[in-house]
């Protein structure tokens, strides 16, 4: 049987790194965020790019670096900004999902046809920093209150970075699908992912905290929690996260932590028993060190009851 290779849509297929050293928007040279899916639909991933001026949002094609598009997602709005891109509507283009820190108001415009289709504030009256994340990839379920479905395409999770509130909403409707504080009493940064862990169709929810790397995961279709553990025992200080994706290097399998000095770790998503462990200081993806000495047997933490999200 012979099969065919399998699209990468993530990764654009030219090195876009020229186009990004010239300014990008006119008027402005300072940071600006940006994230990379297959909007123009022809199995490249384009690169999208978002900058705290009006929310101008430009979109360069993965095969050629040449401008496709170029709007303003918040025409009066000059703080910060975050973008993510993903086929939330299931047309088989990414679209490109922007957020802005006043009222974390969230916008989806189609990758298809450039036209907004969904425009909701997360948290009204928060003015504050906020996190982005949606999944990447299949079409998967996600469930509102009282079991009613809320979309069957990749759902948004939204966190206020002040307070670590966060926050799901269906892709296709943006109608709420969950809100929660995943650390009790921690008022603070955390990094949020998300991922089918258990490959039932629907997409779970993972926050880690600084406080030893504190990871928690909620059940996608229950909203209960599944897992809590600390990754970085003894560690406080700010950690990446990622479910079944391989953006922190490695394997996509299971939970992929990260700390500053490339302290990589990866626990399995059935047991949450950790089976790698070592350093990528250069974010290769290969191991600079395997394993890490004296790392020792993650610590988990025993669940006197489980929390309904």
């Known amino acids: 049987m012979n099969c065919e290779p399998l699209e990468d849509r993530l990764t654009p297929a030219i090195d876009l790194s020229q186009s990004l050293r010239a300014p990008l928007f006119d008027g402005y040279s300072g940071a600006f965020a940006a994230a990379a899916g297959d909007v123009s639909g022809d199995g490249t991933a384009d690169l999208v790019a978002i900058a705290p ?114 926050k799901v909403f269906g892709g296709q409707t943006g109608a709420e699908a969950g809100s929660f504080m995943p650390y009790a009493g921690y008022n603070g940064p955390i990094q949020v992912a998300t991922g089918d862990l258990n490959y039932d169709g629907m997409v779970d929810v993972v926050t880690v905290a600084p406080t030893g790397g504190h990871v928690r995961v909620f059940d996608g279709a229950t909203r209960i929690e599944r897992a809590s553990f600390q990754a970085y025992p003894g560690y406080n200080g700010l950690v990446e996260i990622a479910a079944n994706d391989s953006s922190l290097g490695g394997s996509s399998y299971g939970i992929t932590t990260r700390a500053p000095d490339g302290h990589v770790k990866r626990f399995d998503p059935f047991t949450w028993t950790e089976i790698a462990s070592y350093m990528d200081v250069n974010r290769d993806g290969v191991p600079d060190v395997e394993p890490v000495p004296g790392s020792g047997p993650t610590q988990l933490i025993t669940l006197p009851n489980q929390a309904s999200v």
């Open 53 to 166: 001026v009006n929310g101008h949002v430009k979109v360069l094609d993965g095969r050629t670096g040449v401008q496709r598009s170029s709007f303003f997602a918040y025409s009066e709005f000059t703080g910060s900004v975050r973008v993510a891109v993903a086929d939330v509507n299931g047309d088989g283009y990414a679209d490109i999902i922007t957020v802005a820190g006043r009222d974390a108001h969230v916008k989806v415009f189609n990758g298809r046809t450039g036209t907004l289709d969904q425009s909701f504030l997360a948290y009204p009256g928060y003015n504050g920093a906020v996190v982005l994340d949606v999944q990447r990839g299949i079409p998967l379920q996600q469930y509102g209150p009282g079991g009613a479905t809320i979309s069957t395409f990749a759902p948004l999770v939204v966190q206020a970075v002040d307070n670590g509130h966060v």
